[in-house]
């Protein structure tokens, strides 16, 4: 049985073994705290039997007027997990935040443009690719914005793609 709850201060020293993936992006302890602490509602791990970390996401909200919108900074599922639905279910539960309780137009993430699996799940999950950031990914490879729309969007206006890439000093940070 699966459990999916708030991620706590607890979990930081056992969710490492989630992070070996070459493909998910790992970062330091203040970066995960800042967000534990500022997003609480968009930092949520899944449990498995023993309380074994089966994967986790975190996300924040930003932006203003119609970009005002749910961000996924991180989604992981240890590979021992995969294939579940759990990652589905991870995004559902963000996405369902940003929708209904923080009226967010959208949600957004990036990809690496190499990791075919992850964007098919994410088509998938109803998110289509709005633009590419050239050398998003350490300076080397191509980032994938995607974006799924909500019910807030009606006109679906957030989801139109954008006709050519831009750089990573385009992007607008909140």
């Given at each position: 049985?699966?459990?999916?709850?708030?991620?706590?201060?607890?979990?930081?020293?056992?969710?490492a073994?989630?992070?070996?993936?070459?493909?998910?992006?790992?970062?330091?302890?203040?970066?995960?705290?800042?967000?534990?602490?500022?997003?609480?509602?968009?930092?949520?791990?899944?449990?498995?039997?023993?309380?074994?970390?089966?994967?986790?996401?975190?996300?924040?909200?930003?932006?203003?007027?119609?970009?005002?919108?749910?961000?996924?900074?991180?989604?992981?599922?240890?590979?021992?997990?995969?294939?579940?639905?759990?990652?589905?279910?991870?995004?559902?539960?963000?996405?369902?935040?940003?929708?209904?309780?923080?009226?967010?137009?959208?949600?957004?993430?990036?990809?690496?443009?190499?990791?075919?699996?992850?964007?098919?799940?994410?088509?998938?999950?109803?998110?289509v690719?709005?633009?590419?950031?050239?050398?998003?990914?350490?300076?080397?490879?191509?980032?994938?914005?995607?974006?799924?729309a909500?019910?807030?969007?009606?006109?679906?206006?957030?989801?139109?793609?954008?006709?050519?890439?831009?750089?990573?000093?385009?992007?607008?940070y909140?």
């Open positions: 049985m699966t459990t999916i709850r708030r991620f706590c201060c607890n979990d930081l020293l056992r969710f073994s989630v992070n070996l993936d070459h493909l998910t992006e790992t970062f330091n302890m203040s970066f995960y705290m800042t967000y534990l602490a500022r997003w609480p509602d968009y930092f949520h791990v899944a449990e498995g039997p023993g309380s074994r970390v089966m994967g986790y996401i975190m996300g924040k909200v930003e932006g203003q007027g119609e970009s005002w919108h749910g961000h996924v900074t991180a989604v992981s599922v240890a590979p021992e997990y995969r294939r579940q639905q759990l990652a589905k279910k991870l995004m559902n539960l963000l996405e369902e935040i940003s929708d209904k309780i923080d009226k967010a137009y959208f949600v957004d993430l990036f990809v690496r443009a190499s990791n075919t699996p992850a964007i098919k799940m994410y088509e998938k999950l109803g998110y690719i709005y633009r590419r950031v050239l050398r998003y990914y350490s300076g080397e490879e191509d980032g994938l914005d995607m974006r799924k909500l019910s807030r969007d009606v006109e679906k206006k957030s989801i139109i793609p954008l006709k050519r890439p831009i750089t990573p000093d385009e992007l607008e909140d």
